[in-house]
């Protein structure tokens, strides 16, 4: 090696930064503050008026105090964001630039972005919300809330009910950090069992992105090794069984994070697994069982874990529950090879109300063929034309035969299966 | 759901003379000068044909549309600065979104309208020199965790060879060592290749100085840089 001097940098040679997507970005975080700014410019006429404003707000501030002061920053840049009506803006993106920022949620609750947090709004809707996190820390509480809310991060979705609040962090390395303060948060990522959090809980690097070298089962899911599968009307007219207490015990062990010893103490009470599954008193509870069977990662317990998705849909499709339990319906019946009841569930998580609609849609498009899947496709493109199915539904849409199986489905299932 | 926002909002086709701000070697100075707009052109098309010295009086009155046709102008200058200078994009979308707030903010200071690029330019440098300097004095003080990382994907091309994506690695790298405003002269000079009246437009300060730092950066530069196995036998 050596010592030449500095060789000259060409402009070729350097990167051109025109991306059309941050350009629109950035425009439509100026556009929201040019609104402030122009409120903000008042006619010199004004200024008496302005002064009396002033010290009136002035001797309210001083009443007030504390922590009022540092609230009024957060809640006069953004009034209105999301907390739209047909007379204030609503914007695309939120961004907190270098001062934390307080965005009012459409159906009550709040967004808060830390400094440098970037948001975009995919959705919005009387009931739901969806808001894609592209980078930095966001808290999001619905406590007082009326919408489900969803985020999204590359591939990993997180959906919270009304009455939840959590802080979510997206890291450089694209993982998530997610804490829970209040109600229950699922947690839809690539190459994971799906999971919920309560209040008090944390989950950390929960990916965002499919990794390669894990998303492939180690011994491919095959329609013969599995057991016969429950059939929907089967279960879910199976109410007439004597319903068992569920033994607290195997809860404690599971909130502790020891799950081999929960589902001991699960297997071991009265009735079993499938005894916890009849008797649990709500979608969360259904929940942890669910994901303690799947932990077993035995194929025999795939019958007693749609036997569960099943129970929720019936009886706690509320908050979003239903719609989780479609979508994993969708991909065990995917695993399973049953066309019948995969399209059966891919078509009611896709009409179900809930916070994933855009992913069960997706889900839909990949399990349906012919005109069904253009059909399909085109109505996705439709209501989410930046969506994470985009280039699915392009492809679909176009007219590509969806011949070709949906390799992270089949991923999500694959490793269902195989735990 | 969006009435109120999007009546407000005037979306605008390319501009008719968009400059070609990509090219990282082009003046600050150079202005487009458009025609004055036909009768049969829409007033999208008319705004965005605009000089920068009417837009910025149109802006000044609240025009939106004369505002988004000086961002999308310029925009691509502007974030090729932040990201060349700071050598990531990491908090270019701030950097370029504030940079952008204030000068439509205070568009009224701006004493020759027609110079609004160079004056956005010195916004952005601004802004991103103050980024840096924080965050060295934050490292200094142990609350920065690492310092910020070079990234090589946002300053190269990925159509440029590996040997030269290793030389610019290798450039940024050893700029990182620099004093910022150091940094920042050279940068502004050997990789966006401004004029040095330029690059003092742009730091707001003497020409003399600026010569100073570029030569100080440029001579340190050549005494650490170091030529890899490939650059010789190219160059043999």
């Given at each position: 090696m050596t010592r030449r001097g500095v060789p000259p940098i060409e402009p070729s040679d350097l990167r051109d930064h025109a991306d059309e997507e941050q350009i629109a970005r950035i425009w439509e975080r100026i556009e929201g503050d040019l609104h402030m700014v122009e409120r903000s410019r008042t006619p010199a006429r004004r200024w008496p008026l302005m002064v009396a404003a002033a010290a009136a707000v002035a001797f309210s501030g001083g009443v007030l105090s504390g922590k009022m002061i540092w609230q009024l920053p957060a809640d006069k840049s953004a009034p209105s964001v999301l907390k739209s009506s047909d007379e204030q803006p609503v914007y695309d993106v939120l961004a907190a630039g270098t001062q934390e920022r307080t965005f009012p949620l459409r159906g009550g609750g709040k967004l808060t972005l830390s400094p440098g947090a970037t948001v975009e709004v995919v959705r919005s809707d009387d009931s739901s919300l969806s808001l894609r996190l592209v980078h930095g820390e966001a808290s999001i509480d619905t406590v007082h809330g009326k919408q489900m809310l969803a985020v999204l991060a590359g591939e990993a979705t997180l959906s919270m009910p009304s009455g939840s609040a959590m802080r979510v962090s997206r890291s450089p390395d694209d993982t998530l950090d997610v804490s829970v303060s209040d109600g229950t948060v699922h947690i839809i990522a690539p190459s994971e069992p799906l999971r919920s959090l309560v209040s008090g809980e944390r989950a950390v690097s929960i990916p965002t992105r499919t990794q390669v070298s894990s998303i492939a089962p180690t011994t491919p899911?095959?329609?013969?090794?599995?057991?016969?599968?429950?059939?929907?009307?089967?279960?879910?007219?199976?109410?007439?069984?004597?319903?068992?207490?569920?033994?607290?015990?195997?809860?404690?062990?599971?909130?502790?994070?020891?799950?081999?010893?929960?589902?001991?103490?699960?297997?071991?009470?009265?009735?079993?697994?499938?005894?916890?599954i009849h008797s649990a008193r709500s979608a969360h509870e259904l929940m942890e069982i669910y994901d303690l069977v799947l932990s077993s990662?035995?194929?025999?317990?795939?019958?007693?874990?749609?036997?569960?998705?099943?129970?929720?849909?019936?009886?706690?499709?509320?908050?979003?529950?239903g719609q989780v339990a479609a979508i994993k319906l969708t991909d065990l019946y995917k695993a399973?090879?049953?066309?019948?009841?995969?399209?059966?569930?891919?078509?009611?998580?896709?009409?179900?109300?809930?916070?994933?609609?855009?992913?069960?849609?997706?889900?839909?498009?990949?399990?349906?063929?012919g005109e069904e899947a253009v059909r399909l496709a085109k109505e996705y493109l439709a209501k989410y034309p930046e969506g994470q199915c985009k280039e699915e539904a392009e492809r679909v849409a176009g007219g590509d035969d969806n011949t070709t199986d949906d390799e992270q489905s089949a991923a999500d299932a694959g490793s269902d299966s195989a735990k | 759901m969006k009435a109120s926002f999007q009546n407000r909002r005037l979306r605008l086709v390319e501009p008719a003379e968009a400059p070609s701000a990509s090219s990282g070697a082009e003046s600050v100075a150079a202005e487009p000068r458009a025609e004055a707009p036909k009768p049969e052109q829409s007033m999208a098309g008319a705004i965005s044909a605009l000089p920068d010295e009417q837009l910025v009086a149109l802006g000044l009155k609240g025009n939106v549309a004369a505002f988004e046709t000086l961002y999308r102008r310029h925009v691509a200058f502007a974030l090729h600065l932040a990201i060349r200078i700071a050598g990531s994009n990491r908090d270019a979308e701030d950097v370029v979104h504030d940079a952008f707030v204030k000068a439509f903010e205070k568009l009224s200071e701006l004493s020759d309208a027609a110079l609004f690029r160079a004056w956005l330019g010195s916004i952005v440098v601004h802004g991103v020199r103050s980024r840096m300097r924080r965050a060295r004095l934050m490292k200094a003080l142990g609350l920065g965790g690492y310092a910020d990382p070079v990234e090589i994907d946002s300053i190269a091309s990925h159509a440029a060879s590996p040997l030269v994506r290793a030389q610019i690695a290798q450039v940024y790298a050893l700029l990182q060592t620099l004093p910022t405003d150091e940094r920042i002269a050279w940068t502004l000079r050997a990789v966006e290749g401004h004029e040095l009246e330029t690059v003092a437009q742009l730091t707001r300060c003497s020409l003399a100085t600026v010569k100073r730092r570029i030569s100080r950066a440029q001579q340190w530069l050549d005494e650490h840089f170091v030529e890899t196995g490939a650059d010789q036998e190219l160059s043999s």
């Open positions: 899911v095959r329609h013969s090794q599995l057991p016969p599968l429950p059939q929907t009307e089967r279960t879910s007219t199976d109410t007439s069984r004597v319903l068992v207490s569920a033994a607290p015990d195997w809860r404690a062990q599971s909130n502790a994070g020891n799950a081999s010893e929960a589902l001991r103490l699960l297997r071991n009470q009265p009735d079993g697994v499938r005894g916890a990662g035995e194929p025999a317990e795939k019958a007693l874990m749609i036997e569960l998705l099943l129970r929720i849909w019936d009886a706690f499709p509320g908050g979003g529950y399973a090879g049953n066309d019948a009841e995969m399209r059966k569930w891919a078509e009611r998580a896709s009409t179900t109300k809930g916070p994933n609609t855009e992913l069960a849609l997706c889900k839909n498009i990949k399990t349906a063929h | -």
